[in-house]
C-alpha cells in the first residue's frame, strides 16, 4: 500500500479548543491537500498547500508544510461541534491521477 | 448545483450479481476516478480515466471494469459481485495538470454483497 501515515487516529477535544493533526508522506510531491468526510458523506476539499509553500489559511484552518521532515500538520482554530468529521490528507507527486491518501483522523468535537 | 453525482446510493446485492455504478459530473472536468473506502483502510484507487476516451488501473482493479461513456459520465461495474466487494463507492473529477485544485468527490454508494 502506498498509504500516507496520519496521527492521530482519532482526537477528542471539547469546543472552543483548537484542534491540530499531523499528516506525514514518503516521497518529494507536487502539492498536498487536507479533506474534511463527514460520517456518511462524501470527502469535501479543504485546503492544498504547494511544495514551495510554508503555510497557508483559510478562515479557521491553517496548514502548514515542512518538506524537509516530509510532514504537514493541519491546525482548526476555535473548533466547533461542526468539525466533527475525519480529516484526510493526500498528495501528488509524479501525476496527479494516483492520489497517495492517508488512513485519516477522526475528530470529536464535544459540546 | 455543480458537483458529482452518483447512483444508486445503496444496493445490497447477492454474490454473482452484476450491477453498474453510474456518476456524472458538471464541472466540465477532464479526469474522473473511482474509489473503494473501507473501515482503517482509507481509499484505495480502483480506476480513472485521465480523459475522455481513456481509463487505467488503479490500485485495486480486479472485479471491476469501468467506461468513459463521455466527458461527462464514468460508470463502474461489478459483473460477478463478491462479498470483499462489500464496501462504499466514491467517484470523484479533477481537472489534471499543474496548478492543481483538488478533487471534487460524490457522496458515495454503499454497497453491500451477500
Known amino acids: 500500500s502506498q498509504q500516507g501515515e496520519e496521527d492521530p487516529q482519532a482526537l477528542s477535544i471539547q469546543e472552543g479548543e483548537n484542534a491540530t493533526m499531523n499528516c506525514s508522506y514518503k516521497?518529494?510531491?507536487?502539492?498536498l491537500q487536507w479533506y474534511r468526510q463527514n460520517s456518511g458523506r462524501g470527502l469535501v476539499h479543504l485546503i492544498l498547500i504547494r511544495s514551495n509553500e510554508r503555510e497557508k489559511h483559510s478562515g479557521r484552518l491553517r496548514v502548514t508544510l515542512d518538506t524537509s521532515k516530509k510532514s504537514s500538520s493541519l491546525l482548526i482554530t476555535a473548533s466547533r461541534a461542526a468539525d466533527t468529521a475525519s480529516y484526510f490528507c493526500a498528495t501528488d507527486w509524479d501525476s496527479n491521477y494516483q492520489l497517495i491518501w492517508g488512513a485519516g483522523t477522526k475528530l470529536i468535537i464535544k459540546p | 448545483n455543480a458537483g458529482v453525482t452518483q447512483t444508486p446510493k445503496f444496493q445490497v446485492l447477492k454474490t454473482g450479481q452484476s450491477m453498474t455504478l453510474q456518476c456524472a459530473q458538471d464541472m466540465n472536468h477532464n479526469s474522473m476516478y473511482w474509489y473503494r473506502q473501507d473501515p482503517g483502510m482509507g481509499l484505495r484507487l480502483i480506476y480513472y480515466s485521465a480523459s475522455e476516451g481513456t481509463t487505467d488501473k488503479g490500485e485495486v482493479p480486479n472485479g471491476y471494469n469501468v467506461s468513459r461513456l463521455n466527458k461527462r459520465e464514468f460508470s463502474l461495474r461489478l459483473e460477478s459481485a463478491a462479498p470483499s466487494q462489500t464496501s462504499v463507492y466514491f467517484c470523484?473529477?479533477?481537472?489534471?495538470?499543474?496548478?492543481?485544485?483538488?478533487?471534487?468527490f460524490g457522496s458515495g454508494t454503499r454497497l453491500t454483497v451477500v
Open positions: 470523484a473529477s479533477s481537472e489534471p495538470g499543474q496548478p492543481f485544485y483538488g478533487y471534487t
Open positions: 516521497t518529494s510531491i507536487n502539492n
